[in-house]
């Protein structure tokens, strides 16, 4: 079974850049998750779906970031601008619905922004 | 709100030996699941070990397992016979339900090195 896909798995740019990460969750899963993790931190939620509608976007900060999921299937994270303490990584993870299911990562983007 | 609490930045262990980390919780529901995840230099997160709040008897998976105690809100991870492999960060999660769904609520993390 293939994981959790993401893309790029590094990434510099200065400030006030854009910047777009790409997920492709686990086939099936119907719930995806963007977590935001600064350094020595653990991961936060920044934004679910289910299929293709948001469940949760309350930590999203939507002056700069924004995210969409087409056709329920691949999603997309985008910053714009960025600023410096965006440097982070940016953990993509899918599952089926309900609370105890298990959430498979990818293997994040680490974003460096200069 | 639905906090997770690990108070142990890091944590260091001999190899083959025992190594417990601790985390503990605050909810106001009465079934809920709890679950460790485990993170590498490789920054991929995998799943250690799941409990099932009302289930009265420890998860246990191979060398993981948990000392879950309900009342005290303490979900502790003991990892037997340590190895080399088992030098990463350890994360704390539990599922907070908000709107239609649920997501994982994680703790700060402790980082266990094993050494040889």
């Known amino acids: 079974e293939a994981g959790v896909a993401q893309s790029p798995r590094y990434k510099i740019i200065e400030k006030r850049q854009s910047v777009a990460f790409w997920c492709n969750p686990i086939?099936?899963?119907?719930?995806l998750y963007w977590y935001q993790q600064i350094l020595g931190q653990g991961p936060k939620l920044l934004i679910q779906?289910?299929?293709?509608?948001?469940?949760?976007d309350s930590q999203l900060p939507k002056d700069r970031f924004s995210a969409e999921r087409l056709k329920g299937v691949d999603s997309t994270l985008k910053i714009q601008p960025a600023k410096l303490e965006d440097s982070a990584v940016y953990l993509c993870?899918?599952?089926?619905?309900?609370?105890?299911?298990?959430?498979?990562f990818g293997q994040g983007t680490r974003l460096t922004v200069v | 709100a639905q906090t997770v609490t690990q108070s142990q930045p890091e944590m260091s262990v001999q190899e083959a030996e025992t190594v417990t980390l601790s985390c503990t919780y605050d909810?106001?529901?009465?079934?809920?699941?709890l679950f460790w995840y485990k993170q590498p230099p490789s920054r991929q997160m995998i799943l250690v070990i799941r409990?099932?709040?009302?289930?009265?008897q420890n998860a246990t998976e191979n060398r993981f397992s948990v000392n879950f105690q309900k009342a005290a809100k303490s979900f502790s991870l003991k990892i037997s016979d340590s190895q080399l492999g088992d030098t990463a960060m350890y994360f704390c999660?539990?599922?907070?339900?908000?709107?239609?769904?649920?997501?994982?609520?994680f703790g700060k993390g402790t980082s266990l090195l094993v050494t040889p």
């Open positions: 999660a539990f599922p907070a339900h908000s709107n239609s769904g649920y997501a994982l609520n």
């Open positions: 993870a899918s599952s089926i619905p309900g609370g105890g299911t298990e959430a498979f």
């Open positions: 409990q099932e709040a009302y289930k009265q």
């Open positions: 779906f289910q299929n293709n509608g948001v469940v949760d």
């Open positions: 909810t106001s529901e009465s079934n809920y699941y």
């Open positions: 086939s099936g899963h119907a719930t």
